[in-house]
């Protein structure tokens, strides 16, 4: 990209990533992709990452180094703060509100640290892990965008340099995850075993007795498998898995 620097350790790096060709763990994407990108542009986390925004679900969340450790219950309140704010923070919706998929954006380009961490977004979500943030979409399609988001919980913000790296193998990045996005082992084991459960007949009731788990949770994880597999029903979803209709 004009004006940028890409040294030969940097290029060595994004080659790596980009000639990536194994599958074997059934991830969205490469352990060794995220372990690369993790390394390529220094941070301490980076996620990616599919919400449904009209059902306000989380399709999956695949992340590389650290990690925060919640009860469920905190889990459940962080994901009530992170709807109840997503479309009034910037640069959480942008690509949704815009349809703008290609830009690498960062929090700095919405915000100043002052109005961030004044926002709920940040006080309510964001502060456990950080405010300085950035974000690369994949082509997909608002309401259901593909992202790639680093964290940094202090230090310096992400830099010119950081968003030109990933411009560049955005591409790169969707082909592999394009190569492995029809397989239908997306789905957890976990998952797998519950609809394994539909397909027999069971009810909500009779595989929340099963698993030892509520039938809210039995409902949440068949939202979540209808997202991942994008359909709208049982039916659907145990016919593209195990390829029977019920």
């Not at 980076?46 to 999956?60: L, P």
């Not at 961490?117 to 456990?128: G, H, I, T």
């Not at 397989?183 to 084991?189: F, G, P, Q």
């Not at 949770?217 to 019920?246: P, Q």
């Amino acid at each position: 990209m004009p004006g940028m620097t890409i040294t030969d350790r940097d290029m060595r790096a994004m080659l790596e990533i980009a000639n990536t060709e194994d599958r074997s763990g059934g991830s969205p994407l490469p352990g060794s992709v995220m372990a690369g990108l993790f390394e390529l542009i220094g941070c301490d986390n980076v996620t990616f990452a599919q919400c449904d925004t009209e059902r306000r679900v989380q399709i999956f969340d695949q992340e590389e180094g650290l990690i925060y450790s919640v009860t469920p219950e905190e889990e459940a309140e962080l994901d009530r703060a992170f709807w109840r704010h997503y479309w009034n923070s910037r640069g959480c919706c942008y690509p949704d509100v815009t349809g703008d998929l290609t830009t690498v954006t960062t929090m700095a380009d919405f915000y100043s640290d002052r109005e961030l961490l004044a926002s709920p977004m940040y006080n309510e979500f964001l502060k456990p892990v950080g405010y300085r943030e950035m974000m690369l979409c994949l082509p997909s399609r608002p309401g259901r965008v593909l992202r790639v988001i680093f964290w940094r919980g202090s230090g310096n913000n992400f830099t010119e340099r950081d968003r030109g790296l990933l411009t560049l193998l955005r591409p790169h990045l969707h082909r592999i995850y394009r190569a492995g996005r029809d397989r239908t082992d997306i789905l957890t084991a976990r998952q797998r075993e519950l609809l394994g459960l539909v397909a027999a007949g069971h009810t909500n009731v009779q595989i929340a007795r099963r698993l030892y788990i509520s039938e809210p949770t039995v409902r949440k994880h068949l939202e979540n498998i209808f997202a991942r597999l994008d359909v709208s029903s049982r039916t659907a979803a145990v016919s593209k898995v195990f390829g029977i209709d019920r």
